[in-house]
């Protein structure tokens, strides 16, 4: 079974490619201006991109907050190819990270 520590260690990978990962979804509780903020960032600074990342898993949904941060970055996302926001499940989650390994 996938979950979000082992997806967690596959996009640390991406580190071999010049990814910086930063990851924020610790079981810890979240300061209240977090909640609703995403899983993981990711940045590839000689490249110029930006990623954020929401992972999913099973019959996880996405919370109200969480949709609507995921409203704003797909704007964004629409005005600055170099900006992306990925939601990540236990399905599509090797073709994302191949799709980010191509960028």
Same mark, same amino acid.
């Given at each position: 079974?996938?979950?979000?520590? @082992?997806?967690? !260690?596959?996009? /640390? =990978?991406?580190?071999?490619? +010049?990814? !910086?990962? =930063?990851?924020?979804?610790?079981? =810890?509780?979240?300061? *209240?201006?977090? $909640?609703?903020?995403? !899983?993981?960032?990711? *940045?590839? *600074?000689?490249? +110029? @991109?930006?990623?954020?990342?929401? $992972? =999913?898993?099973?019959? %996880?949904?996405?919370?109200?907050? #969480? &949709?609507?941060?995921?409203?704003?970055?797909? %704007?964004?996302?629409?005005?600055?190819?170099?900006?992306?926001? @990925?939601?990540? !499940? %236990?399905?599509?989650?090797? /073709?994302?990270? #191949?799709?980010? &390994?191509?960028?």
């Amino acid at each position: 079974m996938i979950t979000k520590k @082992y997806i967690t !260690d596959e996009l /640390n =990978k991406l580190k071999t490619y +010049g990814w !910086d990962v =930063k990851t924020f979804n610790y079981n =810890k509780r979240m300061p *209240s201006g977090a $909640v609703g903020f995403l !899983d993981h960032v990711l *940045s590839h *600074s000689k490249k +110029g @991109y930006i990623i954020f990342i929401e $992972v =999913k898993i099973g019959k %996880d949904e996405l919370s109200k907050k #969480q &949709i609507g941060f995921r409203e704003t970055c797909l %704007d964004i996302e629409k005005v600055n190819h170099h900006f992306q926001y @990925y939601l990540l !499940d %236990d399905k599509n989650y090797v /073709n994302i990270l #191949q799709r980010i &390994i191509e960028l």
